[in-house]
């Protein structure tokens, strides 16, 4: 019965670290353009705009690579880990005395 109550402190933890690990989100990994969000890589410097949709990058601008955070499921992640310590403390405590 113990190990039953372990195994799933240890299955909360886990999924609050997935979720801590996963509020980071992936956000555009590469420069976009402004006005469309097409990927300029190769076309930052040419002096030809944007190959989808033809705007200029002096008006629409390039939008830098960054990650998007994502607080709610931070959140979420931080209180199922803090969860699953408390739960697995608890049952090791109780099981112990």
Same mark, same amino acid.
């Given at each position: 019965m113990?190990v039953?109550?372990?195994?799933? *402190?240890g299955?909360v933890?886990a999924?609050?670290f *997935?979720?801590?690990?996963?509020s980071? %989100?992936r %956000?555009? %990994?590469?420069?976009?353009?402004?006005?469309?969000?097409?990927?300029?890589?190769? $076309?930052?410097?040419?002096?030809?705009?944007?190959?989808?949709?033809?705007? $200029?990058?002096?008006?629409?601008?390039?939008v830098?690579?960054? *990650?998007?955070?994502r607080?709610?499921?931070?959140v979420?992640?931080?209180?199922?880990g803090?969860?699953?310590?408390?739960?697995g403390?608890f049952?090791?405590?109780a099981?112990?005395y």
């Open positions: 113990f039953l109550f372990e195994i799933v *402190a299955l933890l999924t609050g *997935a979720l801590v690990v996963a980071r %989100g %956000g555009r %990994g590469f420069p976009a353009c402004g006005a469309c969000g097409y990927n300029v890589t190769g $076309s930052i410097g040419t002096g030809r705009g944007c190959p989808e949709c033809g705007c $200029s990058f002096t008006r629409a601008g390039i830098a690579p960054r *990650a998007r955070l607080p709610g499921l931070l979420l992640g931080v209180l199922m803090l969860l699953g310590i408390g739960w403390t049952w090791a405590v099981f112990i």
